[in-house]
């Protein structure tokens, strides 16, 4: 049975491995400001993350399952954060992953970091593009499919420039099915 | 927008899944019901081809390699039993040989395992707009085929029912027809009615009258010019074989052709390709031809005036369509039909032939076959008042024409009536030839045959 997010009053954030303190810090922050629901980060560790065979990469899959097995408080949700790059075995890469109606999502800063491009790096870009993926994958949990307007933040992203391009907002019509805790609009 | 709103644009698509791992099934399952769509997924080709005998879907995406019936197998089957179906195929290897084997087998595309999502999105949604544009253009030809089709062939007599059948036969063949017939026998219908039946009539139908343009213009008409061939070509210019590209070309009075252009015919049509007048590049055409002459082109031939080569080439197939005056009980038929249409096009109530009227066109020799009945039924429409067409609305010269003018003295009816108008008109062949509705060159033809000389002035 598909659970209630209608009532959510906190995000949980897990760093699952080197997420530098005050990246996150900045991120909570912003979600914070975002989102009407109190938004605090977990101590990390206890999750031993499989690697996609023959691929340097974790099996997002696997990682999601391990987060939805965690104890979530009845009135939270949980996000995963993850500095490696995550995949399935059907697909190169994903940034995050979310099963709609579930409590945890997942979500890799690997592929939002200018640096994987051999770009310098930009960490307000990367606090901006990772806050913007959480609440993406925030909308899966509220049982939200991905939107056909380019421009909405449920639209598909399939690459970083379509991540920057599709924004931080959510269409009306998305908006509208959103749970109260998440339909503030942006304030960055 | 709104996603309802998003719905409402496109469609969520009807998507089947076939892989033998569960793995693939279940994250492509997973991630298309994300994207909005419904999605099945069958992990043997027996399952995927349960599925699809039992429901419909738009797009599948398969595995090449399975246990058992192969992504190639499964995928000719599939489009068997669904022709509508768009199949993708998916493959680990990436290969020009699996890319090629791919789409020998039909299947619209293939995508490398593991996918970048931003292909596999862009992929299904290339091939929902393909599937779009295939069933638009089913439509679009079910309209042509309702909308474009030719007039019938009309006439119950003998000889039209074997050009009838003779138009069924070689219409669905790709062979040069040549239609003889005299002026206003229905050449260009026939030749409407092969390209309507063959697989070239989504392909254009292009006419050329070989005897309208002199030999200059119609080279470059046929053949195309490039620009800069000559004083005023400024622009490069299609010729008609090019622009018929797929479709037929109808070459109307083809024994009109000056010597200089039977031999560039004579070469179009051996090699299939044409060069542009002031070009060098030799461009492949496919096109067919239907030819049509009122002339005597075996004559020609023995005379020398026409090329041998070119007739047997162009004479593959010949449809001899008879003058009205060979054919009376398509008469009334025929009158009956222009006379529904013409009332119709005027806003008159239906119409009919008095008895009186039907004896009269049964008598008239129609040296101006059936396109001077069709004159005759308009004017006729035009002129007549009561429900009945009676003798007196038709035109003069066919309620007049000379006692006897029936089927044994035609050449002497045809030759009191081209001199008539003739000399009605003074002798300005422009305006006789419109009455006679035949074209210029005929009109000379049968001046010529006829021995006719114009009277010396004053006399």
New interface residues.
Partial sequence: MAADVSRVRELHLLPLDGLEPPLAEEIAARLSRRLSAACRILRSGGLQPTRLPGRDQLDA?ALLAALEALPIADDAVLVGLTTLDI????????FGRA??GARAALVSLARLDAGFYSLPSDPDLLARRTTDEIVHELG?LAS??????AS?LMS?A??VE?VDVRGSAF????R??LPAWLRIQPRL | ???????A??PALRLLVVDDET??RD??G??F????HQVATAESAKEALRLCAERGFDIALVDIRMPGLDGLELQARLAAADPELTIVLMTAYASVDTAVRAMKAGAYDYIV?????????LLVKRAAEHRSLRAENVRLRKSIDSVAAPPPLLGGSLAMKKVAEMVETVATSDATVLVLGESGTGKELVARAIHAGSPRRYNPLVVVNCAALPEGTLESELFGHEAGAFTGARARHKGKFETAEGGTVFLDEIGELSPKMQVDLLRVLEEKVVTRVGGNTPLPVDFRVVAATNRELRAMVESGSFREDLYWRLNVFAIEIPPLRERLDDIPVLAEHFLARFAHAMGRKPLQLSPATVEVLRSYPWPGNVRELQNAIERAVVVGSGPLVEPNDLPLHITKAPPGAGPGSLAEAEKGHVRAVLDAQGWNITRAARILDIDRVTLYHKIRKYELQKPADGG
Avoid at chain 1, 87 to 94: G, Q, R, S
């Fill in positions: 899959d995949a399935l075995p059907i697909f190169t890469f994903v099963r709609q899966h939200l499919a991905h939107c056909q307007n909405c598909f399939g690459s379509k269409c009306d019509g998305c509208d099915r | 927008m709104s996603a309802s709103r998003a719905e644009v496109r793995i693939v994250s492509l997973a991630w019901r994300q994207e909005g395992k593991p996918f970048d999502p931003d292909d596999l999105s």
